[in-house]
């Protein structure tokens, strides 16, 4: 057999196993499955992880859904108190508690939320800022260069030796070590004109015996701030401690014991957004927290709207039902209604999350379509308001055309701080269309209170 026939015989060989190996049924392995052979894949129609068309082509204009003669026990819920308190958001604060998973770790989407906002109700700072975060090497909102801290935190790699019993609002708590400082900056490379300085600095703290705190704002000389003398205080009593004035800049030195949760940086009056990331959490931290811990947040800091984003570490292909996790988020959900109870509550679903399937092409990982259902259910069930986030940014593939954009990471799971823009924006239309539908209520019931309406006869009042 001469040369070139041997060749033919051992290309055709190699095209029907090929072949052969394409009708294989699809494997899995955890959460990734395996690629089908396809050879005739380059000559395909594109797919839509090469369509680089800007994301929001494909998201519908938002629309009025609200009915003129919808009863009003079956209206869907609402975010009434913070939509009406938005009137006096130029003389008051208008407070945003926005708590998620790793999304929106380091500011991402949560920063464009909140300068949007900012930018037609006012307000400036950047809210809150952990006394020491992991993310302050790529936050872009604020700068922040503390040391000297041995961080808790209720999930994660910090999560040794923690005490839930002593976590603040954020999931963490810190204890500081000898020379221990907090020097926190405002910038003007991102969203400068709200975040370059604040007019109020307020530093959130358990006091212990003998610890003392001397600060300095705009690099001035340093000042005693705080000294506690009072050895019978209780361990668990929450202090919040305010400097004001127009500050670029603040450092605070601790001597002594105690535990610090966080600053939080904002105005007189405008929108603060404080984002609360946990990485690897699936939610359930937010109901660890203590109640008495919780109730004193809420008299020192209290909350207009609070934002619950969540999903990312729940959903999974190998999951068989969802219920036990509705169930134990339900119970978060109405911790949350009992010590907030003025506080409007908006329940955010998981985003979009693509793997590679058998075909080769990204597409939305099982399990994620379920999960938003739930999160839907349980929304209508606890009588909250709830945004499908999945579906807004596009639905089915979604996070394989923001990557193709350059918007997304290659995990194919998180946002870049480009793709952040996107869904903040998205999310802060949802909230303007929202308060739309609120104002049209509010003026249909007015009309038909003024309008009244003849009672049938049989009536009795």
């Known amino acids: 057999m001469d040369k070139g026939l041997r060749t033919f015989l051992l290309i055709l060989m190699v095209v029907a196993a090929l072949i052969g190996l394409h009708f294989l049924p699809s494997m899995r392995i955890g959460n990734y499955e395996l690629r089908n052979i396809d050879i005739l894949s380059d000559v395909r129609s594109k797919t839509a992880v090469e369509s680089t068309h800007n994301i929001q082509e494909a998201i519908p204009a ?55 906002l900012q930018q037609v109700y006012g307000g400036k700072g950047v809210g809150w800022v952990d006394i020491q975060s992991s993310t302050a090497g790529f936050r872009t909102t604020v700068l922040e260069m503390s040391r000297g801290w041995q961080e808790h935190n209720a999930v994660g790699s910090n999560s040794s030796g923690f005490d839930p019993e002593l976590q603040g609002i954020s999931g963490r708590y810190y204890t500081p070590t000898p020379g221990a400082y907090i020097d926190i900056r405002g910038q003007k490379r991102v969203y400068g004109e709200q975040l370059d300085t604040m007019l109020r600095a307020t530093l959130f703290f358990t006091p212990s015996p003998g610890m003392k705190l001397n600060g300095s704002v705009n690099g001035t000389a340093f000042q005693p701030l705080y000294q506690c003398d009072d050895d019978t205080i209780a361990p668990d009593t929450i202090v919040a401690l305010t400097l004001k004035g127009k500050m670029g800049r603040v450092r605070v030195n601790v001597e002594g014991d ?57 959903a999974s292909p190998t999951v068989r039902t969802y219920q036990p996790y509705k169930e134990r988020f339900k119970k978060c959900i109405e911790l949350y209604k009992q010590i907030f109870p003025q506080a409007s509550i908006l329940l955010v679903s998981m985003n979009d999350r693509d793997v590679r399937g058998a075909d080769g092409q990204f597409h939305t990982m099982d399990g994620v379509l379920e999960l938003v259902e739930i999160q839907r259910q349980m929304a209508e069930e606890e009588g909250i308001m709830f945004w499908n986030l999945q579906e807004a940014m596009g639905g089915e593939g979604s996070m394989a055309r923001l990557h193709a954009e350059g918007k997304a990471n290659h995990d194919y799971t998180h946002i870049n701080f480009r793709g952040g823009e996107v869904l ?20 249909n019931a007015d009309e038909t209170e003024q309008n009244g309406s003849r009672p049938t006869e049989g009536n009795t009042h």
């Not at 975010?79 to 998973?101: E, K, M, Q, T």
């Not at 903040?424 to 003026?443: H, I, P, S, W, Y």
């Open 258 to 314: 105690g535990r610090f949760y966080g600053m939080a940086f904002e105005s007189w009056r405008g929108i603060t957004l404080d984002c609360f990331p946990m990485r690897g959490s699936p939610g359930y931290h937010i109901g660890a927290i203590p109640e008495h811990t919780l109730q004193q947040f809420a008299r020192l800091r209290p909350y207009d709207l609070i934002i619950l984003h969540f999903g990312l570490n729940m």
């Open 62 to 116: 938002a629309t009025d859904t609200i009915s003129e003669d919808m009863e009003a026990d079956t209206l869907p819920p609402t975010l009434g108190h913070f939509f009406s308190i938005l009137d006096s958001a130029r003389l008051r604060p208008v407070r945003i508690a926005y708590f998620g998973d790793s999304f929106i770790e380091g500011d991402i989407m949560t920063a464009s939320l909140r300068n949007l």
């Open 424 to 443: 903040g924006q998205l999310l802060f239309d949802f909230l303007q269309t929202e308060r739309a539908n609120e104002v049209k209520r509010a003026e």
